[in-house]
């Protein structure tokens, strides 16, 4: 069975980050460390049914150097990418320490449209019969996702579920193990979410643990409110719901504290397992 799983929160906010550039609001200037937001992203950790410690990235953002860094994450072992937007793909370039370190390329999962996104920006890794010089570059194997067509990675099962951000198709995953702990699994994460269609959401149900898109207050086109994430984190159930992707519109400590049982704002370092 897989043991020791968790899931560490590498970044909680926008794609602008927080503190905003230019901005001196009470978050963007708040001396809370939790109102200092990276970039969303996560990594999924466990232990193999062989006893070999695993990792997985959820996205690769712009702060993934530092966010690994500051998680103390030293391997990789794939990474699953929710859609091509900037914020979610621009630190592709930084898994080629994981390179070196494992002496062996890195496994991508993604959609069609993020893949050709991928291969188009970093054509240096995609297609580096066309660089001029043989520097210093990633090596990765991608690999196509389609929704509710699960991966088994050792021992734990990956199901991208459909999700819509505004007009665009993209993925949540839930993960789940057959033979593993009760507590934090299952466990989804839906980031960038404005609506989640009907056939997805009969599959975020019976979970313990679920990470939810929360932008900000004021409704947007392409992201949950708060009281629209609040609604959703009910009516899906989980035992524990935490959200993310905050912009500096949300003050940790206001907004936590007004929260319903059982849900609350996710924090960059948060990790849960186990434990509770």
């Known amino acids: 069975m897989i043991t020791d799983v968790r899931c560490i929160v590498l970044g909680s906010g926008t794609s602008a980050g927080v503190p905003a550039i230019g ?23 466990w232990t193999d049914p062989e006893g070999a410690p695993r990792t997985i ?25 929710t859609h ?6 621009f630190g592709l370039d930084e898994v080629r320490r994981f390179n070196i370190a494992q002496q062996a390329p890195i496994d991508i999962w ?16 995609f297609h580096p019969q066309h660089n001029v010089n043989d520097s ?3 090596a990765v194997e991608p690999h196509t ?11 734990l099962r990956v199901e991208p579920l459909r999700l819509m951000h505004g007009n665009l198709p993209i993925l949540g995953f839930r993960f789940e193990a057959d033979d593993g702990p009760d507590w934090p699994l299952p466990l989804a994460w839906c980031t960038d979410v404005s ?10 149900g019976g979970l313990e643990t679920l ?3 929360m932008l900000r207050e004021r409704p947007h086109g392409t992201h949950l409110s708060t009281q629209e994430a609040i609604r959703e984190a009910y009516a899906l159930g989980a035992r524990r719901t935490w959200f993310v992707h905050m912009a500096h519109q949300i003050k940790h400590a206001e907004v936590d504290d007004a929260l319903p049982e059982g849900m609350a704002l996710a924090w960059d370092g948060l990790t849960v397992d186990w434990t509770g």
């Open 145 to 155: 996702l389609s929704p509710g067509e699960p991966v088994e990675l050792f021992g």
């Open 84 to 89: 091509n937007h900037v914020d979610h793909t």
């Open 57 to 81: 990235l959820i996205d690769a953002s712009p702060d993934l150097r530092q966010q690994v860094l500051g998680a103390g994450i030293t391997r990789c072992d794939g990474i699953f990418f």
């Open 110 to 125: 993604a959609e069609p449209h993020t893949l050709e996104h991928l291969s188009r920006v970093y054509r240096h890794i």
């Open 195 to 204: 609506t989640i269609p009907e056939a997805s959401r009969a599959r975020l």
């Open 23 to 45: 901005c001196d609001c009470q978050t963007c200037t708040s001396d809370d460390p939790r109102d200092t937001r990276l970039r969303t992203s996560a990594a999924v950790c």
């Open 136 to 138: 210093f570059i990633a």
């Open 211 to 213: 990470f939810l898109d």
